[in-house]
């Protein structure tokens, strides 16, 4: 499996400002995805991350106001621009398994607890 | 449509005791992977157990097994000799693996709360 880290674990943000969120993996994996957790809820993909190219956006998110970057295969950012309270979320990063491994099984990260004032 | 049904959305177990968590899927593809994944309060999704569609024996892990009928769309969840760690959220969810090797997104049910007494 992988070892998947998130900075920051928690913020507490003005309206209006935007949160930039770190997934790092300590070995290069094939897919990462960002999932969004509303309180109480399940999770809710939001975007595939793909090395090299542009994120491929599920219905209902768009690049605006996710924006996603994928440098290279360990590493990743979500970007939450112009917050309002209804992105107050636990947004959590997910790997495919390491190259090599099976493909089938999603790994996570510990989340990042976002509350917007 | 893909769906994920959790219909307990609450359940409770005694220490020590064994408790079942229901989940029903509805696919009309016959490749496909099943998961039971436990969300504790510290939020970390933790993978209990893993099943391959194409495998008729059910899956174990230690304490966690489940009973996987394929026809019935039906993937159950058993937690043996219940520890106090064992309370947590747990999201049942399947990944379509289509012809060629390609897989579809993770489909989520809507989650079980499991309480575990003393």
């Known amino acids: 499996s992988a070892v998947i880290s998130q900075k920051p674990s928690r913020d507490i943000c003005q309206r209006g400002t935007s949160l930039t969120i770190q997934c790092q993996v300590d070995?290069?994996?094939?897919?990462m995805f960002w999932y969004r957790q509303q309180p109480g809820q399940s999770l809710t993909l939001i975007a595939t991350?793909?090395?090299?190219?542009?994120?491929?956006?599920e219905s209902g998110f768009v690049i605006d106001k996710f924006p996603i970057s994928r440098p290279n295969l360990t590493f990743s950012t979500l970007t939450v621009s112009n917050m309002s309270p209804e992105d107050s979320s636990i947004y959590l990063c997910s790997v495919v398994g390491p190259a090599g491994e099976y493909q089938e099984t999603q790994y996570f990260g510990p989340g990042t607890r976002l509350l917007v004032l | 449509a893909q769906t994920v049904t959790q219909s307990q959305p609450e359940m409770s177990v005694q220490e020590a005791e064994t408790v079942t968590l229901s989940c029903t899927y509805d696919?009309?593809?016959?490749?496909?992977?099943l998961f039971w994944y436990k969300q504790p309060p510290s939020r970390q999704m933790i993978l209990v157990i893993r099943?391959?569609?194409?495998?008729?024996q059910n899956a174990t892990e230690n304490r966690f097994s489940v009973n996987f009928q394929k026809a019935a769309k039906s993937f159950s969840l058993k937690i043996s000799d219940s520890q106090l760690g064992d309370a947590a959220m747990y999201f049942c969810a399947y990944r379509i693996v289509y012809y060629g090797g390609s897989q579809g997104n993770l489909i989520f049910g809507k989650g079980t709360k499991l309480s575990v007494k003393p």
């Open positions: 099943q391959e569609a194409y495998k008729q």
């Open positions: 696919t009309s593809e016959s490749d496909y992977y």
């Open positions: 070995s290069q994996v094939t897919m």
């Open positions: 991350a793909n090395q090299g190219s542009e994120a491929t956006y």
